[in-house]
Structures are given as C-alpha cells and as structure tokens.
C-alpha cells in the first residue's frame, strides 16, 4: 500500500526555518515539493530524482530551501531556511514512479502520489 505521510510544518517568525518531511513507503523515481498559499495556484518549490539526487528549485527559494533524501528510509526532507511571510502555504509532498520524463518536475501531472499537506506559516 503505498502512501505519503508528511510532517514538520508549523508556526516560525521571519528568518526562521523549518524542515519537512515525507516518508514513502516504496522507492520511487523522484519526489518533489509543491505549495498552495491563500487564493493562490498550486505551484513547484522543489524536486529531487532518487537515482543519482539531482535537484530542481524554483527561482523563489533558492538559496533559501535545500531539499535532500534519505534512500534507506525511502524520506525525502525539505529544510527550509531563511523563511519569508510569503512562504506561507500548504506544503504537499509528491512522489512520482515509473520513468522519466524530460521537465518532469515541476510538472503536477507527472506526479502519482500526494501526500496530506502540512501548514507553514511565517509570521512578519
């Protein structure tokens, strides 16, 4: 049975950081980090392939957020550092199996599995 359980989110101040966690219960080809503020589109963070941890950030967090994985716990982590009031959302976990695709992901799509959401929020 293959699911995403996610945790590590909550309250932090500006500055602070935060580091989320999604464990799976399957190896995967990669997973990635997708978030939903307020009125707003879902939109990519950041993603990693397992095979070789090749990462992909958006412009908006790098520098700021670092995502890695764990392989033996099949967990990926997203330590987020030097956090923004604009960083606030729902932070979604996702895994994708199978092969790969070129642009693969930031793509919502191409992802097969999500987990639950956990809220960040950073207050000013």
């Known amino acids: 049975q293959v699911q995403l359980v996610e945790s590590g989110g909550g309250l932090v101040q500006a500055g602070g950081s935060l580091r989320l966690s999604c464990a799976a219960s399957?190896?995967?080809?990669?997973m990635g980090w997708f978030r939903q503020a307020l009125g707003k589109e879902r939109e990519f963070v950041t993603a990693?392939?397992?095979?070789?941890?090749?990462?992909y950030y958006a412009d908006s967090v790098k520098g700021r957020f670092t995502i890695s994985r764990d392989n033996a716990k099949n967990t990926v982590y997203l330590q987020m550092n030097s956090l923004k009031p604009e960083d606030t959302a729902v932070y979604y976990c996702?895994?994708?199996?199978?092969?790969?695709?070129?642009?693969?992901?930031?793509?919502?799509?191409?992802?097969?599995?999500w987990g639950q959401g956990t809220q960040v929020t950073v207050s000013s």
């Open positions: 996702a895994a994708k199996y199978g092969a790969g695709v070129a642009g693969w992901y930031p793509r919502s799509r191409w992802y097969d599995l």
């Open positions: 399957v190896s995967m080809y990669g």
């Open positions: 990693i392939r397992w095979s070789d941890s090749s990462t």
